[in-house]
C-alpha cells in the first residue's frame, strides 16, 4: 500500500515522458525517475548513475550476459556460471551457447554453494564473466559472493550476481562484494511487477555493455524506450522500505521460519534441503520421505501459497533442476516443497501452515496404508 501510494501521483497529476526534457511536465516525471535511482542505489551503496531501469530481472540478467558477450567478444568468450541459477540466467548461457559462447555450468556442492577452488580452476585466458546468483530462488542458499568477488577481481574477470532474492532481504553491497554487474527486481521486494534495475560498475573498472534494445537511447543509451515512471517511483519506494525494516524484518522471519521447520519436523521424516546456515531468512525448502509430494503440494496449495520450485518454471513438472544439482535423488526432488514467509506473514498463518501439513501428511499416510493393504489382500 505504501507503495502504491507512492506510484499514484505518476498515473495522473505526473503523467509525463521522464525523457521529454522540453517541458514541466517531462521535468516531474523525471524527478520522480531520478528520486527512485537514488532509493535503488542507497539499497546497494551504488551511485545513482549505476542503476538501469529494466522491465525487470530476467532482462536485467539477459542485458548483464548477452551485453558483455557481445561487447567482450575481442577478450573472449568464455563465461562460467552455476548449475543452480535461476532459468533466466541459465537459458541466456544456452543461449550464448548457440552464438559461439562457451559456458562452463560449475556444478554446487550437496549444500548447494559452489566450491571457491573449482571456480578458480575453471577460469581460461579467454573467461569474460563469472555469473552466479547471491541468493537461489527455491532453497534460499546464499553463495560466498566477496569471495567469488575476490577471485574475479584477482583475475581481471568482471562478475555478475543475479541478486533478485538478496536485495531488500538481506545487506547487499556492491563494493563490499566486489560486484560489477547485479540484477534485481521490484516485484521481489513488495514492489511493483514489470520493473527491475541492473547495476552497472562505472569504475573500478569501467563496465562496457551492448545494449539489447535500442532506440532512442535511455539509459545511457543501454537500455532504449519509455521509461515505466510509475513502476520505477514503485520500485524506488520498496527499495527504501526494504532498506529501512530490513533488520527487524529478517529477524522476525528468522523466528517464523524455524518455527515452521520445527513445527514440520514433528511431521515426520523431513529434512532441509541445501545449506542451513547459509540461506535467506525467510526460505525453507522441505523434502518430505515416503510421502507422495506432488500430492500433498496439490492438497496444500488449496489453502496457502506453496510452490515445489519456482514460479517461472511451475508451468513444467520435472524435478527441480536446483535439487538434482545439489544431488538430491529424483524422488526426494520431487517431494520437496518450498515455503518462504514474508514482511506481512504471521505467527499465526505459521501455525495454522503447521496444522494444515501435518493433516495432510496423516491422511496421505493413512491413505498409503490403506492402498498396501488394498494391494496384499
Ligand atoms: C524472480 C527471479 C528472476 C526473474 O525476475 P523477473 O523480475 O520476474 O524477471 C530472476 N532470478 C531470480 C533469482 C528470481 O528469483
Not at 513488495?190 to 534495475?197: R, S
Not at 515416503?290 to 524435478?319: R, V
Request: charged letters at 25%; one cysteine or more; glycine letters at 10%.
Amino acid at each position: 500500500e505504501r507503495v502504491m501510494e507512492a506510484m499514484l501521483p505518476y498515473f495522473t497529476q505526473y503523467y509525463g515522458n521522464a525523457a521529454s526534457r522540453g517541458h514541466v511536465f517531462g521535468w516531474q516525471a523525471n524527478q520522480g525517475v531520478e528520486q527512485a535511482r537514488k532509493q535503488v542505489a542507497l539499497l546497494i551503496n551504488a551511485e545513482p548513475n549505476e542503476v538501469i531501469f529494466t522491465s525487470g530481472a530476467t532482462e536485467a540478467c539477459n542485458l548483464a550476459l548477452k551485453g558483455v558477450f557481445e561487447m567482450y567478444a575481442g577478450k573472449g568468450n568464455h563465461i562460467i556460471t552455476a548449475a543452480t541459477e535461476h532459468p533466466a540466467v541459465l537459458d541466456t548461457c544456452r543461449h550464448i551457447e548457440k552464438l559461439g559462447g562457451d559456458i562452463t555450468f560449475l556444478p554446487v556442492k550437496h549444500d548447494g554453494l559452489i566450491n571457491l577452488v573449482d571456480l578458480e580452476k575453471a577460469i581460461k585466458p579467454k573467461t569474460v564473466l563469472v555469473s552466479v546468483m547471491y541468493a537461489n530462488n527455491e532453497t534460499g542458499v546464499i553463495q560466498p559472493i566477496k569471495e567469488i568477488g575476490i577471485i574475479c577481481k584477482k583475475h581481471g574477470i568482471l562478475f555478475f550476481t543475479d541478486a533478485t532474492q538478496a536485495a531488500g532481504k538481506i545487506s547487499v553491497n556492491v563494493e563490499v562484494d566486489k560486484i560489477d554487474m547485479m540484477a534485481f527486481s521490484a516485484h521481489k521486494m513488495y514492489g511493483p511487477k514489470g520493473v527491475g534495475a541492473l547495476y552497472v560498475r562505472r569504475k573500478n573498472p569501467r563496465v562496457r555493455l551492448a545494449a539489447l534494445i535500442d532506440g532512442g537511447g535511455h539509459e545511457r543509451g543501454i537500455r532504449s524506450g519509455t521509461l515505466n515512471v510509475p513502476g520505477i517511483v514503485g520500485f524506488g519506494k520498496a527499495c527504501e522500505l526494504g532498506r529501512i525494516f530490513m533488520k527487524e524484518e529478517s529477524e522476525r522471519s528468522r523466528k517464523l521460519r524455524d518455527q515452521l521447520e520445527t513445527g514440520l519436523m514433528l511431521t515426520g521424516e523431513v529434512f532441509i534441503n541445501g545449506s542451513i546456515e547459509h540461506r535467506l531468512p525467510n526460505t525453507s525448502n522441505i523434502g518430505f520421505k515416503n510421502i507422495d509430494g506432488e500430492e500433498l503440494l496439490i492438497q496444500a496449495s488449496k489453502q496457502i501459497a506453496l510452490s515445489a520450485g519456482s514460479a517461472c518454471t511451475s508451468a513444467t513438472l520435472e524435478p527441480s533442476h536446483v535439487l538434482l544439482a545439489l544431488g538430491i535423488d529424483e524422488a526426494v526432488a520431487g517431494s520437496s516443497i518450498r515455503f518462504s514467509s514474508g514482511r506481512f506473514t504471521t505467527e499465526q498463518e505459521i501455525l495454522y501452515t503447521i496444522d494444515l501439513i501435518k493433516d495432510l501428511i496423516d491422511a496421505l499416510k493413512g491413505k498409503l496404508v490403506a492402498e498396501e493393504k488394498w494391494r496384499n489382500s
